[in-house]
């Protein structure tokens, strides 16, 4: 008999998924590498003077600009009667070389503005959110132009935002508080959408990213207990929301961002004066998580892709002398070290922090912080650019078998399956990008979608199959192509045989007409038709519909005795049931077959 495991391309039309799981743990050895060395080093500030304090300019956001600049957004205070100081919107844009071209100081209202986030639009011009409070909190965007004059302000009531983002369909995505909320508004400020989300008590939201499926992921916290994460489609309807408590403490995160082929990792702090780090799959499950991440101790700001595989994170740790300290720190996709630089400027600079961070085209990184003196209370926004990173972490890929043999009494026509476990032993991720069959090619296949991308310490099982078309041995070699032109090379060998071969001995021919169950079926478009024959004869095969006529003639002649193998391309065919027959000396066989378009 034809065996009918077909898993369809062969492989079914809904291959089973493939799984992505830490089968095999591996006690990796971290290796510290040289860390890249500080090409310059700026700071920014309009010197306002209240008569106590100097000037006093904060970082808080940081974004490439369309010439190969970059801008600031911060918070500035502005002069004002009684010796008071008022706080306002921060803007520095600066060229490559970090030299200030412009500056921008906006005063929406009387109290606490505050800036959160700062987006680019194709044109240059640039959209500012933040919050302020008059007699009630509000939210509010600014569209400014290039070179920094306000074209319009927007007030949202009852709500604050803390970051903001450019979205792919030309809109602008706010997160924020006052019940955790999303909100799309266009390019004039008018609202597309707003979606609120209950986590179990007060939520903020405090960044979000857009996926790679056009959705958005926000992280954030809920309010002096847990942190939280939140997935939703392009309109922003929750698709799931996680909580999470790694500490029995207080935390939250203040960073996100989405790692390639899916998941998370995202940053923060716990027990207010402690930095976290965790990463997530797709469904928000965690994978990893760290506390008082060695060297940045009290809090992650932001987090960015580093050239060379892993991540980028900055925030603030602990000085020599009692203060805080700028930190950046290079990990790996297991979360460990490969480089650490901390800058500590002087013994006055007691509260300097990292906020910001990007990775740049040349393998740099822009660091954006604030350098807040001790004695004289004066605050200075700053910018430390970095020369190339120059480490590469290796791809280390590689099969858990070298080879594996399907067997020496496959069936003809059928298919035989083997799950070819494949694991990466490095410590960044690895993008499976092509893969070859050479040899035998038409006796194998895989299932596979690609690119796959396979995380330390996983392990993927790729779905391989062997179906011969005739008698006798069989091998090749599949290959999969990673990184930078490396392989991984598997040999894979199996041999057909007739459906009632004895193993060793000759094939045997049927004894009668045997018509096999056609595949797939149901099928829309083509299906395969396995029939045995005991000797030569005279044979027909036609296809009739429900009443009986005869609607396609697929062969009238004569065959040898064997198995035989016909398809029927039935794509002019209209939707419904039709019976498959055959006729062989004087015998009859029918079988029932489904068409679904």
């Not at 979000?208 to 958005?216: A, K, P, W």
């Not at 998580?289 to 987090?303: N, S």
Request: hydrophobic share 40%.
């Amino acid at each position: 008999m034809c065996q009918q495991n077909r898993i369809g391309g062969w492989f079914n039309a809904t291959p089973p998924r493939l799984k992505l799981i830490s089968a095999v743990i591996l006690i990796m050895t971290a290796i510290a590498f040289a860390q890249p060395d500080t090409l310059w080093t700026s700071y920014y500030n309009d010197g306002y003077d209240n008569g106590n304090a100097g000037w006093s300019e904060r970082c808080y956001r940081l974004i490439k600009t369309n010439n190969g600049g970059f801008l600031i957004g911060g918070q500035t205070f502005t002069p004002g009667g009684n010796r008071q100081r008022y706080p306002a919107y921060y803007i520095v844009k600066t060229d490559a070389d970090g030299v200030e071209e412009w500056t921008g100081v906006y005063d929406v209202g009387i109290r606490h503005d505050m800036l959160c986030g700062i987006a680019l639009r194709e044109n240059g011009q640039f959209f500012i959110a933040g919050y302020y409070v008059e007699e009630l909190w509000k939210a509010n965007i600014i569209k400014i132009d290039a070179n920094g004059d306000s074209l319009w302000s927007r007030d949202y009531e009852d709500y604050l935002f803390h970051n903001m983002i450019s979205t792919s369909d030309h809109g602008i995505l706010a997160c924020g508080s006052g019940q955790a909320h999303l909100v799309k508004v266009d390019e004039d400020g008018e609202l597309i959408w707003r979606r609120t989300y209950d986590g179990g008590g007060d939520e903020i939201f405090l960044d979000v990213v857009e996926t790679h499926d056009n959705g958005y992921a926000a992280v954030g916290w809920v309010w002096a207990s847990v942190c939280l994460i939140l997935k939703t489609d392009a309109n922003g309807e929750q698709e799931w929301l996680r909580t999470y408590n790694f500490t029995d403490s207080t935390e939250t995160l203040l960073c996100v961002e989405e790692v390639p082929g899916g998941g998370y990792i995202a940053g923060g702090w716990f027990d207010s004066n402690h930095s976290l780090l965790a990463r997530f799959d797709t469904d928000g499950d965690t994978i990893w998580a760290q506390r008082d991440v060695q060297r940045i101790e009290r809090e992650i700001k932001d987090i960015a892709p580093a050239s060379g595989g892993g991540w980028i994170i900055v925030g603030k740790g602990r000085g020599r002398h009692g203060g805080d300290v700028y930190k950046t720190k290079r990990i790996d996709d297991l979360g460990e070290e490969v480089w650490e630089l901390g800058i500590e400027f002087d013994d006055d600079a007691s509260f300097d922090e990292a906020t910001s961070v990007l990775a740049l085209d040349d393998g740099g990184y822009l660091i954006g912080g604030n350098r807040w003196m001790r004695w004289d209370g004066g605050n200075s926004a700053g910018l430390i650019r970095t020369e190339p990173d120059t480490v590469v972490l290796p791809f280390e890929l590689g099969a858990l078998a070298e080879s594996h043999d399907f067997g020496d009494s496959v069936m003809v026509d059928s298919v035989v399956t083997w799950e070819l476990p494949v694991h990466n032993f490095g410590r960044r991720y690895v993008p499976i990008d092509s893969v070859a069959i050479t040899g035998d090619s038409s006796a194998f296949a895989y299932d596979m979608e690609l690119p796959l991308y396979l995380y330390p310490p996983d392990t993927t099982y790729i779905l391989v199959g062997f179906s011969p078309d005739s008698v006798g041995d069989y091998a090749a070699e599949f290959i999969f192509f990673y990184g930078d032109s490396q392989t991984v090379s598997v040999s894979l060998t199996g041999r057909g045989i007739f459906t009632n071969e004895v193993s060793g001995g000759t094939p045997l021919l049927p004894t009668q007409l045997a018509l096999e169950p056609v595949w797939p079926n149901p099928f829309n478009g083509v299906v395969h038709i396995c029939y045995a024959l005991p000797n030569q004869m005279l044979v027909k095969v036609t296809v009739h519909d429900v009443s009986g006529r005869e609607v396609v003639r697929l062969f009238n002649g004569v065959e040898q005795a064997g198995i035989r193998n016909r398809t029927w391309t039935a794509t002019n065919m209209p939707t419904g049931i039709y019976f498959l027959k055959i006729t062989a000396g004087g015998e009859v066989a029918t079988t029932k077959v489904i068409l679904l378009k």
